[in-house]
């Protein structure tokens, strides 16, 4: 579904990434990682055209994403979640919902299913939710979108246990039922029984790529820091 093959992503003159290779098969969920500053976030914002590539491939569907600007990214099928949890602050948790939707299995009842904190918060001002419940509507904007890739940029960074928790279990649900996605998360507990495949980045580079089953000690040690 997604291939990326040997991306080299400047910021002006300073490199960031030096040889970045993923994949993604349809229904699989992979898992980017590596410590701090290896270069997950630029690989993010290369697929989605944001600090485009300079050097390598990007293939989504057999389309050329390099090719492509970053608007019509998105319109290929990819939904991003973005570090940060970005929402239109005055606009309400509906109305955020609405405003980018694409037709297809996720329409309002069912992210408001999936997140129904949602559904209780309905008509406030995303500004007036709480870090955990943006977050939850940052991922429900972008299911409405449809996308055949979900991409995840640290969606449970710095939020309550509780509500950690819940974004989770959506996670899995969405995984249960074959959603793609590519998710970036520190937290290996929780991603390991869920990744389909590992794919380890250090200092810019693709340096280990696995079934999480095989992310042995020794490479958690050396490339993962725990
Ligand atoms: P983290 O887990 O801390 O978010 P990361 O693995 O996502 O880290 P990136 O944010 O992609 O890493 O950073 C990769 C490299 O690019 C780092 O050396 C970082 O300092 C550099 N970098 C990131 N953003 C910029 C920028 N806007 N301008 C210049 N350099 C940047």
Redesign the pocket.
């Known amino acids: 579904m997604l291939t990326v093959t040997d991306i080299e992503t400047f910021?002006?003159p300073?490199q960031?990434l030096f040889g970045v290779n993923l994949s993604v098969q349809a229904g699989e969920l992979v898992a980017l990682m590596?410590?701090?500053?290896?270069?997950?976030?630029?690989?993010i914002r290369s697929i989605f055209g944001l600090t485009p590539a300079r050097r390598g491939s990007i293939e989504f569907e057999a389309k050329d994403l390099r090719r492509l600007p970053a608007y019509r990214i998105a319109q290929a099928g990819l939904g991003l979640v973005p570090?940060g949890r970005r929402c239109f602050p005055n606009l309400s948790v509906r109305e955020n919902l609405v405003a980018t939707a694409r037709p297809g299995y996720w329409s309002l009842a069912r992210v408001e299913q999936l997140f129904p904190r949602l559904a209780e918060r309905r008509h406030q001002m995303a500004n007036t939710l709480s870090g955990g419940e943006q977050q939850m509507l940052a991922i429900g904007r972008a299911l409405m979108t449809n996308p055949r890739l979900l991409v995840l940029d640290?969606a449970t960074e710095g939020l309550a246990p509780v509500i950690r928790q819940e974004i989770w279990s959506a996670i899995r649900l969405l995984k249960e039922q074959g959603q793609s996605t590519l998710i970036?998360d520190k937290s290996l507990s929780e991603l390991m029984p869920v990744a389909d495949r590992c794919t380890i980045?250090e200092k810019?580079r693709t340096v280990w790529d696995g079934h999480p089953e095989a992310l042995d000690d020794d490479i958690r040690d050396r490339y993962l820091g725990v």
């Open positions: 910021y002006g300073s960031a590596g410590r701090n500053g290896m270069g997950k976030t630029t690989t570090e640290e970036v980045l810019g």
